[in-house]
């Protein structure tokens, strides 16, 4: 049987035809691609004539088609469902890959060729190619010795085969640590609807008869804020720090400590002082100790107001708290507070409501873009939906593909990734997949979401429109392929929009009546918007800064007993609090030990949210859901992609550089 991966797609926008290929067509189609893409740099380097963009970087844009056609495919697959024969490839192909990036990128033919393309005179955008090539050889160890250059290699290799470990092990311990009840008075105060999920999540494990409650990433689990029975808080709060540190065959320690050791040698090779360092020197932020300081004007307002919340909820509890009590007297006292039931908000919230009058609406009165179901184009799993987007003029767009439930051969989270990447280069446009774990209903039954899905299904939007709008010459360059520390900052302007009084009279609509959600509760809810800020800030600083902690280690201070390493980072940094762990803690931190990934870079979030609110003040200032406003965010920031300095893009856009006072006002930290 012909390998579909071998030529271009026939499908709209080249679209894989995931029906068609097997585990045995990736790897085939892989190993070719690695084997043709070195043949492809080898012509680039042996052309006699003198190097120029045409001949040079123009001619790297265009190599390696094969292997990002197929690598994209199989990565989505890595990530969305993994069967096995996927895992054991994934395994076996890591290093091949991290080797393959080290001969590109050390070899100094190739970077002497771009060192002699004479710029003059070329456009903005083709400069800049030219320039980033040039950086990344830098950063890649091209300036190191035959024997510097083998020492990295052998180093890279390992870190690859480490963080995909590292992911599997986190993989199987969040499905293994799913908590599992038999009788359904032990889920008291969850909706009827999430009980009858949990029995669906157990029979489809092999427990009929029986509740599962699945866990999700982070460390605080969704069901805590309503399960009535505090033993069953404590077991599935147990169970989801415990993750990846327990003893058992899915602990991750010997993986972590093998990766930080390896990372701080990186950074001396490369001649920076800490894997930190090096990091943070291929992002916008100025350097290393401006990010540090970002956060530590942020640390102390968050514990105080942290401190604060935990005040009212002790008086609430009537008793001395415990960290799987926080969740749970929040939504109590956010109930007597401010009368919001965040329960009774579920009915309201149906995923299909959400996107098509919500998500998809609010686009569409933004940037004019419309969503046309294509029920005639299959993904890679039966529970992927594919719309093509067409703009204003009927124009296509791009394809988004939505794969919003949870199962085993998913990793936990929520993701975008692009299947295709637009170039007018290569004459190609976006396909993109948004990936959430929701769990999935029983056959009949809507699906209903918290307002913190809502806020995901929202977020991961924002990098789907950055990736469908984006209008580059070079793939390099195209949609979310921007430095980590800008990359989440249209995802979070895109939440802007949850809470936008039209949008959200558009889509919050009971399930079954139709009612929309009543202007009063609205009204509360939007008054109750600060009440949580200082446990979910210093939620989030705990991880960030606990991601710094592990990044700026010599090879010989990495721990050897990382609970006690942890605390200590955490008291140091200002933001430990018993009540409130690390959005996620080393055992699962899947963001940074799982690859490259956000190592060094968890900070991103909140120096991109600078941006975001930044953005938002903006967009009120100047009449908000209007077409004018999103052709501008557009034209002079969702286009851009990484063509010119992002930060440049944001200047463009919004006349001045970021200022941090609306972020702080946000988060009630000013």
């Known amino acids: 049987m012909t390998n579909p991966l071998l030529s271009p797609s026939h499908l709209p926008y080249g679209l894989p035809s995931f029906a068609g290929i097997s585990a045995?067509?990736?790897?085939?189609?892989?190993?070719?691609?690695?084997?043709?893409?070195?043949?492809?740099?080898?012509?680039?380097?042996?052309?006699?004539?003198?190097?120029?963009?045409?001949?040079?970087?123009?001619?790297?844009?265009?190599?390696?088609?094969?292997?990002?056609?197929?690598?994209?495919?199989?990565?989505?697959?890595?990530?969305?469902?993994?069967?096995?024969?996927?895992?054991?490839?994934?395994?076996?192909?890591?290093?091949?890959?991290?080797?393959?990036?080290?001969?590109?990128?050390?070899?100094?033919a190739l970077y002497h060729r771009f060192a002699d393309i004479d710029?003059?005179?070329?456009?903005?955008?083709?400069s800049r190619l030219v320039q980033e090539y040039l950086k990344e050889f830098r950063q890649s160890g091209i300036h190191l010795d035959d024997i510097g250059q083998q020492r990295l290699r052998e180093v890279n290799a390992e870190l690859s085969r480490l963080g995909t470990e590292f992911g599997q092990r986190v993989k199987e311990a969040m499905k293994s640590a799913a908590l599992l009840l038999d009788d359904a008075g032990d889920l008291a105060g969850l909706q009827p609807e999430v009980v009858t999920g949990a029995a669906e999540?157990?029979?489809?494990?092999?427990?009929?008869?029986?509740?599962?409650?699945?866990?999700?990433?982070?460390?605080?689990?969704?069901?805590?804020?309503?399960?009535?029975?505090?033993?069953?808080?404590?077991?599935?709060?147990?169970?989801?720090?415990?993750?990846?540190?327990?003893?058992?065959?899915?602990?991750?320690?010997?993986?972590?400590?093998?990766?930080?050791?390896?990372?701080?040698?990186?950074?001396?090779?490369?001649?920076?002082?800490?894997?930190?360092?090096?990091?943070?020197?291929?992002?916008?932020?100025?350097?290393?100790?401006?990010?540090?300081?970002?956060?530590?004007?942020?640390?102390?307002?968050?514990?105080?107001?942290?401190?604060?919340?935990?005040?009212?909820?002790?008086?609430?509890?009537?008793?001395?708290?415990?960290?799987?009590?926080?969740?749970?007297?929040?939504?109590?006292?956010?109930?007597?507070?401010?009368?919001?039931?965040?329960?009774?908000?579920?009915?309201?919230?149906?995923?299909?409501?959400?996107?098509?009058d919500g998500v998809f609406h609010a686009a569409t009165q933004l940037y004019g873009v419309t969503f046309h179901?294509?029920?005639?184009?299959?993904?890679?799993?039966?529970?992927?939906?594919?719309?093509e987007v067409r703009n204003e003029d009927g124009s296509g767009l791009g394809l988004f593909l939505g794969d919003y439930y949870t199962r085993e051969s998913k990793r936990g989270g929520a993701w975008m990734n692009s299947l295709v990447e637009q170039s007018s280069l290569l004459g190609t446009r976006s396909v993109v997949i948004n990936n959430l774990n929701i769990t999935k209903p029983a056959p009949g039954e809507p699906t209903l979401l918290s307002l913190d899905e809502v806020r995901t299904v929202f977020h991961e939007f924002g990098h789907a429109l950055h990736g469908l709008f984006s209008d580059v010459t070079y793939p390099r360059f195209s949609g979310t392929?921007?430095?980590?520390?800008?990359?989440?900052?249209?995802?979070?302007?895109?939440?802007?929009?949850?809470?936008?009084?039209?949008?959200?009279?558009?889509?919050?609509r009971h399930y079954s009546t139709g009612?929309?959600?009543?202007?009063?509760?609205?009204?509360?809810?939007?008054?109750?918007?600060?009440?949580?800020?200082?446990?979910?800030?210093?939620?989030?600083?705990?991880?960030?800064?606990?991601?710094?902690?592990?990044?700026?280690?010599?090879?010989?201070?990495?721990?050897?007993?990382?609970?006690?390493?942890?605390?200590?980072?955490?008291?140091?940094?200002?933001?430990?609090h018993p009540l409130i762990p690390p959005r996620y803690r080393t055992g699962y931190f899947q963001h940074i030990f799982a690859g490259a990934g956000y190592?060094?870079?968890?900070?991103?979030?909140?120096?991109?949210?600078?941006?975001?609110?930044?953005?938002?003040?903006?967009?009120?200032?100047?009449?908000g859901l209007t077409r004018s406003n999103g052709d501008r965010f557009r034209s002079e920031l969702l286009s851009k992609g990484n063509s010119r300095d992002p930060l440049e893009s944001f200047r463009s856009f919004?006349?001045?550089?970021?200022?941090?006072?609306?972020?702080?006002?946000?988060?009630?930290?000013?």
């Not at 179901?373 to 719309?387: F, M, N, Q, S, T």
């Not at 392929?481 to 919050?508: G, K, T």
Request: charge should be negative.
């Open 373 to 387: 179901e294509r029920e005639d184009l299959d993904g890679y799993h039966p529970d992927v939906r594919i719309w």
């Open 481 to 508: 392929s921007v430095p980590r520390d800008f990359v989440e900052y249209p995802s979070q302007v895109n939440e802007m929009w949850i809470m936008w009084p039209e949008v959200l009279a558009n889509y919050a």
């Open 515 to 576: 009612e929309a959600l009543p202007q009063d509760t609205v009204d509360k809810l939007n008054e109750s918007l600060l009440w949580g800020e200082g446990f979910a800030t210093t939620e989030y600083l705990g991880a960030a800064l606990l991601d710094l902690a592990w990044h700026v280690l010599s090879e010989s201070q990495v721990p050897d007993d990382i609970p006690a390493f942890e605390s200590k980072a955490l008291a140091d940094a200002g933001v430990a």
């Open 24 to 108: 045995e067509h990736y790897a085939e189609a892989i190993e070719e691609g690695l084997a043709s893409h070195l043949q492809e740099i080898s012509r680039i380097v042996a052309t006699q004539e003198p190097a120029t963009l045409e001949n040079t970087a123009m001619a790297m844009e265009r190599s390696g088609l094969l292997l990002n056609r197929a690598a994209a495919a199989f990565f989505t697959l890595v990530s969305a469902d993994a069967s096995d024969a996927i895992k054991a490839l994934e395994t076996e192909l890591s290093p091949k890959f991290s080797a393959h990036q080290d001969a590109v990128y050390m070899n100094r």
């Open 119 to 126: 710029t003059t005179g070329l456009d903005e955008e083709s």
């Open 599 to 623: 190592a060094a870079g968890y900070y991103s979030y909140i120096w991109s949210e600078v941006l975001d609110a930044d953005t938002v003040e903006w967009f009120r200032e100047n009449g």
């Open 201 to 356: 999540a157990a029979k489809l494990a092999g427990h009929d008869g029986k509740y599962l409650l699945t866990l999700i990433q982070p460390s605080n689990q969704p069901a805590m804020a309503s399960l009535e029975n505090r033993t069953i808080r404590r077991r599935l709060f147990e169970a989801s720090v415990a993750r990846g540190t327990d003893g058992g065959d899915l602990d991750v320690r010997d993986l972590v400590k093998a990766t930080a050791r390896l990372r701080a040698e990186k950074a001396t090779l490369l001649g920076f002082a800490n894997f930190a360092e090096l990091v943070v020197d291929q992002q916008t932020a100025p350097g290393f100790s401006e990010v540090q300081a970002m956060l530590g004007r942020l640390a102390p307002a968050a514990v105080r107001n942290a401190r604060k919340e935990a005040d009212a909820l002790a008086e609430s509890a009537g008793h001395q708290l415990e960290p799987w009590d926080w969740a749970y007297y929040s939504a109590l006292v956010r109930k007597e507070k401010f009368e919001v039931d965040e329960q009774a908000l579920l009915p309201y919230f149906s995923l299909e409501t959400v996107l098509k």
């Open 654 to 670: 919004r006349g001045r550089d970021a200022e941090l006072d609306p972020l702080l006002k946000r988060r009630g930290l000013n």
